[in-house]
Antibody, heavy 119, light 106 residues
Framework: EVQLVESGGGLVKPGGSLRLSCAAS????????MNWVRQAPGKGLEWVSS????????YYADSVKGRFTISRDNSKRSLFLQMNSLRVEDTAVYYC????????????WGQGTMVTVSS | SYELTQPPSVSVSPGQTATITCYGG??????ACWYQQKPGQSPVLVIY???QRPSGIPERFSGSHSGNAATLTISGTQAMDEADYYC?????????FGGGTKLTVL
């Protein structure tokens, strides 16, 4: 059974930093491109970042470029998101989402971890 | 880059057909996916590659694509289908989501 468990969320002041983690199980983690997708309270889904299988390519939404860094550790089946210079508008639930485990889409979602940026 | 545009809300009576259309300037040569999200829950994939339905998704959910528009159709809508629906497509190496449509089953 595919499981994605996000952690590391919490309350942080504007300008602060936070590191999110995602523990994956139930599939061959190293075989899949991974993503972070977020959802602000009462708002829609927003793709944040993606990373290729062997970490050779990383992509970011314009809204987080230069502030967030995605990384992965295939040996530990883990995905990370280092978030620096956090802004109030970064407040959201952050989901760790693989692509294409069964279908050519975001086919499995975890429960997400809440990040609140507030003074 | 381009954007994906969906109506903010759609209402349908139980048993009737609901349609949600997603427009995007470059959607014509991209596959679209659709996700259902109920309050307090994570999104669930209901359509991928424009028309394909994942295992476990009821047959009343179907998708189509014409030009720069992708459409999610729910036939014989049930009360349990009341949720937010998001279209999604890829743009080069980035991912786009529509703004979401709140489906209300009256």
């Amino acid at each position: 059974e595919v499981q994605l468990v996000e952690s590391g969320g919490g309350l942080v002041k504007p300008g602060g930093s936070l590191r999110l983690s995602c523990a994956a199980s139930g599939f061959t983690f190293s075989n899949y491109k991974m993503n972070w997708v977020r959802q602000a309270p009462g708002k829609g889904l927003e793709w944040v970042s993606s990373i290729s299988l062997s970490s050779t390519s990383m992509y970011y939404a314009d809204s987080v470029k230069g502030r967030f860094t995605i990384s992965r550790d295939n040996s530990k089946r883990s995905l990370f998101l280092q978030m620096n210079s956090l802004r109030v508008e970064d407040t959201a639930v952050y989901y760790c989402v693989p692509i294409g485990i069964t279908y050519d889409a975001f086919d499995y979602w975890g429960q997400g971890t809440m990040v609140t940026v507030s003074s | 880059s381009y954007e994906l545009t969906q109506p903010p809300s759609v209402s349908v009576s139980p048993g009737q057909t609901a349609t949600i259309t997603c427009y995007g300037g470059k959607l014509g040569d991209k596959y679209a996916c659709w996700y259902q999200q109920k309050p307090g829950q994570s999104p669930v994939l209901v359509i991928y590659q424009d028309t394909q339905r994942p295992s476990g998704i009821p047959e009343r959910f179907s998708g189509s694509h014409s030009g720069n528009a992708a459409t999610l159709t729910i036939s014989g809508t049930q009360a349990m289908d009341e949720a937010d629906y998001y279209c999604q497509a890829w743009d080069s190496s980035t991912v786009l989501f529509g703004g979401g449509t709140k489906l209300t089953v009256l």
